[in-house]
């Protein structure tokens, strides 16, 4: 009977973060460029650059490239950035629609406060986390 050694079965954090970097990244690529039905260049530009960054860092930390660390901390903050932006651009919507439609903006509430729940752990949490790893794997 053969038995399978623990060195075989661990899976490293970086490889982790990998996976989950490509994860997000499609999330926000599905999200934006299959979910908006306009384009925009300013929504366009830096999602484009921020899936590409987000594939570049997965694969760096897959090989465990040196700069891998630096780069996901780099990675963690500008999605951190997004996340945030997104999430107050959509809570100022949602409370315009609220005041000046009252009752009849009550769909649009519905909609940005389910948009909102649905950015919230792609770019708000999860870039938390990594951001956290990073500052503790470099130690």
Known sequence: MAVISPKYVQISAERVFAAAN???ALALGLGVFGGLPARWLW???PCALLILLLA?????????ASFALKLAKFVGF????????????????????RGVY?????????????AILFVLPYLVV????????TRGAAK
């Open 78 to 97: 500008a999605l951190l950035a997004l996340g945030l932006t997104v999430v107050f651009a959509l809570t100022l919507s949602l409370a315009f629609l």
């Open 102 to 114: 009252g009752a009849l903006g009550n769909d649009g509430v519905l909609l940005f406060s389910l």
């Open 43 to 45: 929504v366009d530009a």
């Open 22 to 24: 490509l994860l997000v």
């Open 126 to 133: 999860y870039p938390s986390v990594l951001l956290a790893w």
């Open 56 to 64: 570049i860092s997965s694969g760096a930390l897959f090989a465990r």
